[in-house]
């Protein structure tokens, strides 16, 4: 009996004992301390819309460079349109043509046109026979041989006849239209040809119709942009601390992929817009100088811009504000990680913020590769990856 229990002892404690497999599985990973990369389109670097640079132990710096945009200023760019329908009957111009003020771009051939340049025949003809009339009165009058009445009449229908002239040849000059001369009284058929011509000088840009299409008064037919009425449109963090007021001087330079030297040129704040925009940055209209020639419009620059920052500040380790964001109420970084187009949030403790820098407690370390500009997507990808 006592060796009946000792047998089933043994084996429910050989039952019970974790298995060599059981005890060797890895851990369950915590998901607030695995490591979390962030994976995006390489060529997205290469053409600037993610840019780094260097956390430097340094003196902050008295400005601060902030993105921007070149754009045609408000008598830069200009539509071609029509105020009557027809179809295309010529294209004068190709895209990229440089074109002057008053220059026929296209034609037209209208109905509407038509319809209005035989309505000034017709009213030429009446005020014709109006005249005439008045005139034969007052010949009448001086052998008294007409009544007064019968002058008022006919002096009353000459200026009827000429104001309905002169409507008449109004609204065909304002479609475009020209008035059929004498010689062409005679044709069959009214002329119907518009001509469009270029409002500025500049370069077409955009054409939005082909030879033969329809066209209708409420669509633009071409766009004309103005190759020396151009502005920049800077966009300035609210939490920047900067002089940012009208006259003053700043720098710009064209947007690359890295901070590598560029060629700069001048330029204004011709207003502040005091308006803070959807991204938390208040608009900054630029007026650039001469030297600005080369930057065509649509292309992105930077644009230089004075800060309140102290002169006797000692070094200490920066980076621009821009690349620090807010994740989960922790002031985040990326740093660039292995391949290009890897980054690696990392949090940090915030100093005091100087100028266009921050200073950077802990968290970073001098020589770290960090993102300055593309910092929102950084943030969409990194929570987006962990919803999945």
């Keep these: ?15 019970s004992k974790p ?52 754009v045609p200023s408000e008598r830069g760019e200009a539509d071609v349109t029509a105020l009557s329908s027809g179809r295309v009957a010529t294209l004068d111009v190709a895209l990229g043509d440089t074109v002057k003020r008053g220059q026929v771009v296209l034609t037209l051939d209208s109905p509407e046109v038509g319809r209005a340049s035989a309505e000034v025949l017709r009213t030429r003809g009446r005020a014709v026979l109006a005249q005439r009339a008045l005139s034969r009165q007052l010949d009448l009058d001086s052998q008294q041989a007409t009544s007064k009445a019968a002058i008022d009449e006919a002096r ?3 200026t009827s006849a000429r104001a309905d002239l002169m409507a008449a040849r109004t609204l065909l000059a304002s479609l475009g239209g020209y008035e059929a001369q004498d010689d062409d009284a005679s044709s069959a058929i009214a002329p119907t040809r518009v001509a469009l011509r270029s409002p500025i000088d500049g370069v077409v840009t955009q054409r939005f119709v082909a030879l033969g299409a329809p066209v209708t008064s409420d669509h633009a037919l071409l766009h004309i942009v103005s190759s020396s009425s151009r502005i920049a449109i800077a966009k300035l963090p609210e939490t ?16 690359t992929t890295s901070t590598e030297t560029a060629k700069e040129c001048g330029g204004v704040v011709l207003s502040n817009l005091g308006v803070v925009d959807e991204a938390r940055t208040i608009p900054l209209r630029i007026g650039l100088d001469d030297t ?11 644009v230089s811009i004075p800060t309140h920052t102290s002169a006797d500040a000692g070094a200490m380790l920066l980076v621009p504000l ?17 391949a290009l187009g890897s980054f690696a949030p990392r949090g940090v403790r915030l100093g005091p913020s100087l100028g266009a820098d921050v200073v950077i407690e802990s968290g970073l370390a001098a020589g770290d590769l ?8 950084m943030k969409g990808e990194l929570l987006k990856n962990e919803l999945q």
């Design 292 to 302: 600005c020639d080369a930057f065509a419009s649509g292309r992105y620059v930077e």
């Design 370 to 377: 960090v993102v300055i500009d593309g910092v929102v997507l």
């Design 322 to 338: 821009t690349a620090v964001t807010d994740v989960r109420g922790s002031p985040t970084v990326f740093v660039a990680e292995g």
């Design 19 to 70: 298995s060599t497999e059981s005890a060797k599985a890895t851990p369950r990973p915590n998901a607030d301390t695995a490591p979390r990369v962030v994976h995006v389109d390489p060529s997205l670097i290469t053409d600037g819309r993610v840019r780094t640079a260097t956390a430097e132990v340094r003196p902050p710096r008295a400005e601060a460079w902030i993105p921007g945009e070149i």
């Design 156 to 158: 009353a229908e000459d």
């Design 1 to 15: 009996m006592k060796r009946a229990l000792l047998l089933s002892f043994i084996v429910v404690a050989a039952c």
């Design 240 to 255: 920047l601390d900067a002089a940012a007021t009208a006259g003053t001087r700043v720098r710009v330079r064209p947007r």
